[in-house]
């Protein structure tokens, strides 16, 4: 709608969502500035005939606009003002805690990385020390005790070693090192006796193959 020298549009909250249907006379800049909002802030809603936005894919939009004098939302009353303003307060508090949840995940990745390098150098250091965990007269290879020290400082990643390297005596030796009082492993069923045999060349804990009546009874 247009009034005067001012172009109102307006601005209805869904009633059964946390979207608002946004309404306004044909605008070609205001709906190119709507197009290039994330695809989950926006979609276009045929039966109203409108822009269908989020509460901060709204704000975006307001904020494009704030050195404008001639455009104006409204949002058909203070209350109706109000609750969108808490609303942008709450989901631009999700959003910021978003990104520094991914900012600690990157920086995670970066300690990871290079935590790995440093392993290779002073993986001797850890060694004794998961040994000590394991059967008596146990012995891992380097790149066995370097996954070990890097599970436990990740505490969950994917191993993606080639078949034989010892991802299962890894994934043991790292679960001994947790000090777990029980442990549920998911494998294919060709593998259940190998990971069973295994616990027991490597452990002193006991195992159970569900379904079976064996059990490792160290």
Known sequence: MIEGDKFIVFCEKKPDGETYFVYFAINKQLSDRIKILPKSQRTWNPTNKSWELSAIGLYTVILSYRKSE?????????????????????EDETARKSVEDLRRQLEKNDKSIQLKVDLENDYKNH???????????TSLYKHQIIGVCFLEFVN??????????????????????????????????????????EVAKFTNSRAYIVGSKKTNMN
Do not use: C, H, W
């Open 70 to 90: 001639k455009i104006f939302f409204n949002f058909m009353g203070e209350e109706n003002k109000s609750a969108f303003i808490a609303q942008v307060k709450k």
């Open 127 to 137: 060694e004794s020390l998961i040994l000590s965990k394991l059967k008596d007269g």
């Open 156 to 197: 969950s990643a994917l191993l993606s070693l080639e078949m034989g390297l010892g991802k299962t005596a890894i994934s043991i030796a790292y679960a001994e090192m947790r000090g777990y009082d029980k442990v549920f492993v998911i494998t294919p069923n060709s593998l259940k006796f190998n990971f069973y045999n």
